[in-house]
């Protein structure tokens, strides 16, 4: 059975997507491994499955997957990305997700450009989550990150220079750490000025990232909390730079970025077997 795609990316961090809405393909673990891939199958970050919404209020139900086959939260480019793909589809400019983290909205600002509500971020130690009480803003680990959760959890190490941090061997390491009973995001953010950062990403089950959407939501919200930022940030990942705004009357965090089509295709579901 021949299965239609659609290859996007939110400044590189990119995304398979397919509408099991008309697909309706089955997925394990394995199947999920093979199509993200880079030799052997498609080829991304995150798989990302679109349904019909659960909720009256949404437009769709989206789903990410991480290369592994475990399910992620949210996804901030992610869902930048689903936002364009609905606006080619449907010409509107507003959309509600529903993601496992909670309705999102959209708004799609030029042809190029997305803005998501990611929401309010949680800094309980029971909802971001974490093993034990302790405090969110210091964590008792080396370097006294801070976490939060976006949807999924984030820690945050504040460093000098990010030219000298390895977030290959830290976050493999500090991703598995007993104190994260799912895993978390581990982020490592340069202040350049209170409005500007520099952010790298190491994401739980994907790895090192060109970008991160909730990362960056993260990185501002803890940086803000740490007395070390303005609610307003451009935030400067690998693959490109997004605005984040985390506004204090409602709380909820705003992300601005550009998004990408790559191209479309098909697969033959018979060549990944479940």
């Known amino acids: 059975m021949d299965i239609s ?13 397919i509408d099991n809405s008309v697909n309706r393909i089955q997925l394990n673990n394995n199947r999920i491994a ?16 679109l349904s019909a919404p ?22 901030g480019n992610g869902s ?35 803005k998501v509500n990611m929401g309010q971020p949680k800094m309980n130690w029971r909802d971001i989550p974490l093993q034990r009480d302790v405090d969110s803003l210091y964590l008792p680990l080396s370097g006294e990150p ?21 977030p290959v061997f830290c976050g493999q390491v500090l991703e598995k750490d007993p104190l994260f009973p799912e895993g978390a995001n581990i982020g490592f953010v340069q202040m350049l000025d209170r409005q500007n950062m520099r952010v790298r990403v190491w994401e739980r089950g994907a790895g090192l990232t060109l970008a991160c959407g909730s990362g960056a939501c993260a990185s501002v919200v803890n ?25 204090e009357a409602s709380n909820d965090v705003l992300m601005t970025g550009p998004v990408h089509f790559s191209f479309t295709g098909q697969f033959n579901l018979d060549h990944y077997p479940l």
């Open 5 to 17: 795609f659609s290859k996007m990316h939110g400044i590189g961090n990119d995304f398979v997507i």
């Open 34 to 49: 093979e199509l993200c891939d880079r030799r052997y199958g498609i080829g991304c970050d995150q798989l990302i499955i």
């Open 54 to 75: 659960k909720d009256k209020k949404a437009d769709v139900y989206v789903r990410f997957f991480n290369p592994g086959g475990d399910e992620a939260g949210a996804c």
């Open 80 to 114: 930048r990305c689903v936002t364009a793909w609905l606006h080619d589809k449907f010409q509107r400019k507003n959309f509600t997700l529903q993601t496992s983290a909670g309705l999102l909205p959209t708004e799609v600002i030029d042809a190029f450009t997305v």
């Open 146 to 166: 801070a976490a939060v959760s976006m949807g999924n959890p984030h820690v945050t190490f504040f460093v000098e220079d990010l030219s000298t941090v390895d």
């Open 223 to 247: 940086a803000v909390r740490r007395g070390l930022a303005d609610r307003y940030c451009e935030v400067r990942m690998d693959g490109g730079n997004l605005i984040v705004e985390w506004d």
